[in-house]
Structures are given as C-alpha cells and as structure tokens.
C-alpha cells in the first residue's frame, strides 16, 4: 500500500488512577520537539470501537506505550473547528478566547465575522476571498506557542492544515500557519507571517505533490466482514459518494481546482498534509537544536466525511483505519528525524460528531432537524402580535436569535420583556433544549440551570448574539450536512486525548475526566514553561 503520510488519533476507554502531575523526564532535559495532532471531527467513539482493527504502532502506541485519557471532553457548548482549534493550546474556552464559532455577526454593524478572518492580510500566491482565514487578529488569549517564543526567542512554531482555521488558530501570534489551497493542491501562508515563501515551501509546491493522486482509488484497507459493525454504504440519508472504492478526480480530464477540492474528503489528503509537515520538520530544521519547538498538524478529512455520511458509516470506519496507517508511518519517520527519546507526541480532536438524525430515528431514538428560517419566522410571527408588526429577530449569529435592537428602542420595548417572549417561541420548538438570554449569561444568573455552564462558556459578549440556544439531543440545526456536531452533548463534546514520549510521560490508562483545555498547561509543564496566561486548565493526570 502507498505509504500515507498523515496523521493520527486518539484514545479511550477507563480504569480509574491515582492523578499525579507529569514526572520529571526520565533523561532530564526538554523534548526537542512537541508534535500536536488534531483529527478534524473524530469522535473518542470511534477509536474504541475499533482498537482490534489497529495497526501495531500507529494509535497502538498510545495505547501500549502512552498515556490515554478515557472521559476527555470539551467544556462548553457550541462545539465547532474554530473554537476547538483555539481551545487546545491556549488552554482556554470561547469565554476567554473570542472565537464564539467557526462565525458570527458582528453584534454592531451586522457583518459576518470569519474567526481567523483579517482583510488586511492575503494568501500568498492565491486568491484571498472576503472570509477566508489569514491571520490570528481574532484571537483574544494567548497560546502555548506564544509563550515558548517568549521564554526562547529561537524555538519554532509551525502550524499546518487543511483549513485555515486549523493551523491559525493553534499558532497563536507567534508561529507561522500553513494551510492547503483548493486553487491549486499546494499550501500557502499568508502575508500576515511573511511576505514570501521559505525555499523549502517554494521547493514542495514546485513538485506539485497533489496532482500524484489524480486517478488513485480510495479502497478499502480490509476485507467486507471487518466492516460489519459500521453502518453499510450507501444510506438513503447519504450525501453522494458514500461507497467505496471511489476514484478521485473520476469524470476529470486533468488536476484542477474541482480535483484539488474532491482530494479533501480522501485519505490522500492527509497524506498530503503529512507528507507537507516532513517537508517542515526537515526545511525548518525543528528538533535539531537546544531551543525547543512545536509543530502542529491538524488533518481534516475525516470532518468532511463525517459530515457527508456519519461517524457510524463504513466509509468513515476505513478512513479512520486509513489515519492509524498514517500515524504509524508518521511516528517510525519522528523516530529517526528526531530520535524516538527526543519528541513528545499530544493527540486530540476539535470536536466530535452526532449519529446523523435519520441513524437515530432508524434505531427508534428521538432526533431531527431544527430550520433556523422557519423558527425566526414564528418568532417574528409570535412577537409581531405581542409588540406590532416588525422584524424583532434579524437572524442567527453561532446558533444564537439576533434582536433588532434598533427597532426596540424606537418602539421602547423592553429587552427583558421580549427576550422572554422570543424565549418562550424557541422553547415550543421540538428540538430545543434551552435558551438563555444576554442578561443572564452576562451576569450568570441562572447557574446550575441546565447546561448553562457549558453554555456560558462559549459565550463571549462583545461577539455573541442576544438568544443562546441549544438543541435536544439527537436534534442539529440545518440540513446543509448530512450530520454535523455544535451541541454540548457527549458525542460532541467527548474527543480522544493521548499522550506520548517516553522521557516525560508516564504509560496508562485514566478514566478520571478531564478536559481538552488540560492539554496547553501540561504541555508547558512538560516543556519548563508557564501555561498561557488564559489558560483555565490543569496538568493532565498522569498515570
């Protein structure tokens, strides 16, 4: 099988321990290296599911050789890209970091908002569209990166993915983000780092790597019987494309920007993105020197097959299969460019995934979809004859009811009043589960209440919307994706958290919880440094 350079998971599962905080190395001294992976949308589900399945060193290594945490959630609700990515290395939730959602309205002038948007910058050597994501400006706390610059002016921060947000936002201010371009199947930073590319980038783009899997079929690793716990292929809630083998680029004359944006959803394209970090790791020199550094790669294929067919789908079991090949192949090519005692490896997710509401509907569970349209407009409809004729909500901002606020005032309507009554609409919804309203999330008021801790925690005022909501289990908004995440239920708050590297992290298991905003603080411990000054997480325990 081609080598499939990529990257790699997770953990799971539980024996409870002692905690301890992380021991000192065992040969003294700093990892050359901290490598952090982050899978795009994996559920911790996933990777226990199917552990008999893994290859003997990819996630095995974790496993049998790592610590691996097995409750390891995100602590608050709305559970998207760009705030996961924001949270693992600054240690910190939407509440302090700024990045409510992936975007938002700006509260003032009504303006979408990208979270690692910033027009002042551009890509370099790509078009720059109007939201595309070019520098961290949004970002309100510091990351990990940004204190290991700080502490050793000559250490590297190098982030690298698939999509903007997820190299932006965990480079915090002080790395330099990577990120693959659809226009033309190579990667690309922006002028908000440097003005042009390093040789070495110059050099990997030059070969034009991507256009090597123009053609290729994606197949499946294993025999049909080893499929037989996920959902067949094909399901009539699919998005097309569920089935495999899939040739990539099939109907295409040569690579294009059409080939370059099917590549995503593939397991090549984590190759790819492997394939673009070695490039980083040998062009920048990282782990060869006394001045430690980081590289962040985070893959992001298994979000978009998810989203298109479901973590219970077969397609999205081999590509997870797939990612523990690429893992393996990953770590033998670290032990030799760094020396296996010489790097730490923190293994994570941005976010889970929900069984898609036809799946639980199928197995007799309750679930459906909220339309975001339909629901303003009975609350339009309800506060029109309450308060008179007029468009009260304006829309949704990261799954929150925009008020008019000017019409408000003209009509001096009281803002707790109509809050309550447009509360009142979304409660009747089927598929809400609770609403709370800016006067409460401001003043914490209602802690306790349900969920509105983990609510409040993605809740930043001078970006949020007036309505928090949040949706029933099972239930999601929209009907773009065949299935999506955002809620603070399990199956999206509950993502993989593993740790390796000999010298400084002891091997086990721990079933104690713990929360993704753990990782930046150990991290830092493990590297001598203090954790990011927002940071609300604590040292891992330890086995």
Same mark, same amino acid.
Not at 8 to 26: I, K, R, S, Y
């Given at each position: 099988?081609?080598?499939?350079? #990529?990257?790699?998971?997770?953990?799971?599962?539980?024996?409870?321990?002692v905690? @301890?905080?992380?021991?000192?190395? &065992?040969?003294?001294?700093?990892?050359?290296?901290?490598?952090?992976?982050?899978?795009?949308g994996?559920?911790?589900?996933?990777?226990?599911?199917?552990?008999?399945?893994?290859?003997?060193?990819?996630?095995?290594?974790?496993?049998?050789?790592?610590?691996?945490?097995? /409750?390891?959630?995100?602590?608050?609700?709305?559970?998207?890209?760009?705030?996961?990515?924001?949270?693992?290395?600054?240690?910190?939730?939407?509440?302090?970091?700024?990045?409510?959602?992936?975007?938002?309205?700006?509260?003032?002038?009504?303006?979408?908002?990208?979270?690692?948007?910033? @027009?002042?910058?551009?890509?370099?050597?790509?078009?720059?569209?109007?939201?595309?994501?070019?520098?961290?400006k949004?970002?309100?706390?510091?990351?990990?990166?940004?204190?290991?610059?700080?502490?050793?002016? /000559?250490?590297?921060?190098?982030?690298?993915?698939?999509?903007d947000?997820?190299?932006?936002?965990?480079?915090?201010?002080? *790395?330099?983000?990577?990120?693959?371009?659809?226009?033309t199947? $190579?990667?690309?930073? =922006?002028?908000?780092?440097?003005?042009?590319?390093?040789?070495?980038?110059?050099?990997?783009?030059?070969?034009?790597?991507?256009?090597?899997? #123009?053609?290729m079929?994606?197949?499946?690793?294993?025999?049909?019987?080893?499929?037989?716990?996920?959902?067949?292929?094909?399901?009539?809630?699919?998005?097309?494309?569920?089935?495999?083998?899939?040739?990539?680029?099939? *109907?295409?004359?040569?690579?294009?920007?059409?080939?370059? *944006?099917?590549?995503?959803?593939?397991?090549?394209?984590?190759?790819? =993105?492997?394939?673009?970090?070695?490039?980083?790791?040998?062009?920048?020199?990282?782990?060869?020197?006394?001045?430690?550094?980081?590289?962040?790669?985070s893959?992001?294929?298994?979000?978009?097959?998810?989203?298109?067919?479901g973590?219970?789908?077969?397609?999205?079991? /081999?590509?997870?299969?797939?990612?523990?090949?690429?893992?393996?192949?990953? #770590?033998? /090519?670290?032990?030799?460019?760094? *020396?296996?005692?010489?790097?730490?490896?923190?293994?994570?997710?941005?976010?889970?995934?929900?069984?898609?509401?036809?799946?639980? $509907?199928?197995?007799?569970?309750?679930g459906?979809?909220?339309?975001?349209? $339909?629901?303003?407009?009975?609350?339009?409809?309800?506060?029109?004859?309450?308060?008179? !004729?007029?468009?009260?909500?304006?829309?949704?901002?990261?799954q929150? &009811?925009?008020?008019?606020?000017?019409?408000?005032?003209?009509?001096? %309507?009281?803002?707790?009043?109509?809050?309550? !009554?447009?509360?009142? %609409?979304?409660?009747?919804?089927?598929?809400?589960?609770?609403?709370? =309203?800016?006067?409460?999330?401001?003043?914490?008021?209602?802690?306790?209440?349900p969920?509105?801790?983990?609510?409040?925690?993605?809740?930043?005022?001078?970006?949020?919307?007036?309505?928090? &909501?949040?949706?029933?289990? +099972?239930?999601?908004?929209?009907?773009?994706?065949?299935?999506?995440?955002?809620?603070?239920?399990?199956y999206?708050?509950?993502?993989?958290?593993?740790?390796?590297?000999?010298?400084?992290?002891?091997? +086990?298991?721990?079933?104690?919880?713990?929360? %993704?905003?753990?990782i930046?603080?150990?991290?830092?411990?493990?590297?001598?440094?203090?954790?990011?000054?927002?940071?609300?997480?604590?040292?891992?325990?330890?086995?």
């Amino acid at each position: 099988m081609k080598k499939i350079i #990529f990257i790699a998971l997770f953990f799971l599962a539980g024996c409870a321990v002692v905690p @301890t905080q992380p021991p000192a190395p &065992v040969y003294g001294g700093k990892p050359r290296l901290v490598v952090v992976l982050v899978v795009d949308g994996l559920p911790q589900r996933q990777v226990v599911d199917y552990r008999d399945q893994l290859a003997p060193d990819g996630f095995e290594r974790f496993f049998s050789r790592g610590a691996w945490f097995t /409750d390891a959630h995100y602590g608050y609700a709305n559970t998207q890209t760009g705030p996961g990515h924001a949270t693992i290395l600054t240690g910190a939730y939407p509440h302090r970091t700024g990045i409510i959602a992936n975007e938002w309205r700006n509260p003032a002038t009504g303006e979408a908002e990208y979270c690692a948007g910033d @027009t002042s910058a551009t890509y370099i050597g790509h078009k720059t569209n109007k939201l595309d994501g070019t520098s961290p400006k949004n970002l309100m706390a510091e990351s990990l990166g940004d204190v290991l610059k700080r502490v050793n002016p /000559d250490s590297k921060v190098i982030a690298i993915s698939g999509k903007d947000r997820g190299a932006i936002l965990p480079a915090g201010k002080s *790395g330099v983000a990577y990120m693959y371009q659809a226009q033309t199947g $190579q990667f690309a930073s =922006t002028t908000w780092y440097m003005k042009e590319h390093p040789q070495w980038v110059q050099d990997f783009n030059a070969k034009k790597p991507a256009d090597a899997f #123009f053609g290729m079929e994606w197949k499946a690793l294993l025999i049909e019987s080893a499929y037989a716990r996920s959902v067949p292929d094909d399901r009539k809630w699919y998005k097309p494309g569920g089935k495999l083998p899939k040739k990539i680029g099939a *109907g295409m004359d040569k690579p294009g920007p059409a080939f370059y *944006g099917a590549l995503i959803p593939t397991p090549f394209s984590d190759e790819l =993105t492997l394939s673009f970090a070695r490039a980083a790791i040998a062009g920048e020199g990282l782990g060869k020197d006394a001045a430690p550094d980081i590289l962040i790669v985070s893959l992001s294929g298994h979000d978009y097959i998810n989203h298109a067919y479901g973590a219970e789908s077969r397609i999205s079991h /081999d590509h997870f299969l797939y990612l523990d090949r690429a893992l393996q192949e990953f #770590f033998s /090519d670290l032990d030799v460019a760094i *020396g296996r005692e010489g790097y730490v490896v923190a293994f994570t997710a941005d976010h889970g995934f929900m069984p898609a509401p036809e799946y639980n $509907q199928s197995l007799g569970r309750d679930g459906g979809r909220i339309d975001s349209a $339909q629901t303003l407009a009975r609350i339009n409809a309800a506060l029109g004859k309450k308060l008179g !004729e007029g468009q009260w909500a304006t829309g949704w901002s990261a799954q929150a &009811v925009v008020l008019n606020h000017k019409l408000i005032a003209e009509r001096k %309507v009281s803002v707790a009043d109509l809050s309550e !009554e447009a509360r009142k %609409v979304l409660m009747a919804e089927p598929g809400v589960e609770a609403v709370y =309203t800016r006067a409460e999330l401001d003043s914490g008021s209602r802690k306790g209440a349900p969920i509105f801790d983990q609510m409040s925690k993605s809740w930043y005022s001078a970006r949020s919307a007036d309505l928090q &909501v949040s949706p029933k289990p +099972g239930w999601m908004f929209g009907s773009g994706n065949m299935t999506t995440h955002a809620s603070p239920h399990p199956y999206d708050t509950n993502v993989p958290i593993l740790l390796y590297g000999p010298s400084w992290v002891t091997a +086990g298991r721990v079933d104690k919880r713990v929360e %993704v905003s753990d990782i930046a603080p150990t991290l830092a411990a493990i590297l001598g440094i203090p954790a990011p000054a927002q940071a609300e997480g604590k040292r891992l325990p330890l086995p």
